[in-house]
């Protein structure tokens, strides 16, 4: 696999976080025909890592990867939570399982908005915290913490 730049890793975060994209995103899941056949389009998107705003295709499964892969190494699961009573590492990342509660929980009531942009911005704050124990693999790290700040900025605005 090739090797994935932290600037490059942020570029493709922020291509996800530009003007629209989201909005473009959840339009693209959205319409479907009760609440929770639309959560599960979003999370088939969070699993492969792949988004779909309007012409554009924006593919992080090989960043995601490489990064999760190397912080595992380091003993770190930021993608994943622990689960103390089985003793193991959920398979799933943290935003899928609250994706998945809220299927269990509000799937057979109405389609929320609100809700599903929440879980989108849940699971690009997940991916930030992952590229924030990464800022040291290459370049300059003030210079990678900057970036990062601008795509949480981002993140945070008003998208």
Not at 68 to 81: A, I, K, P, W
Not at 89 to 96: A, D, G, L
Request: some cysteine; aromatic content about 8%.
């Amino acid at each position: 696999m090739a090797a994935v730049s932290f600037d490059a890793a942020c570029a493709l975060i922020e291509a996800a976080l530009a003007d629209g994209a989201r909005r473009s995103v959840l339009e693209g899941i959205s319409g479907s025909r009760d609440f929770a056949h639309t959560l599960r389009r979003l999370r088939a998107s969070m699993q492969a890592h792949v988004w779909r705003a309007g012409g554009q295709k924006i593919e992080l499964s090989e960043v995601i990867g490489k990064y999760d892969r190397r912080t595992r190494q380091e003993g770190f699961h930021v993608l994943h939570d622990w689960d103390g009573k089985a003793d193991h590492v959920n398979e799933n990342i943290i935003p899928i399982d609250v994706l998945d509660y809220m299927v269990a929980r509000r799937g057979a009531g109405p389609a929320d908005d609100a809700a599903l942009a929440i879980l989108l911005d849940y699971y690009f704050f997940h991916l930030l915290s992952l590229l924030s124990l990464r800022i040291w693999d290459d370049g300059d790290p003030d210079v990678n913490l900057d970036r990062l700040d601008a795509l949480l900025t981002q993140l945070q605005g008003p998208e």
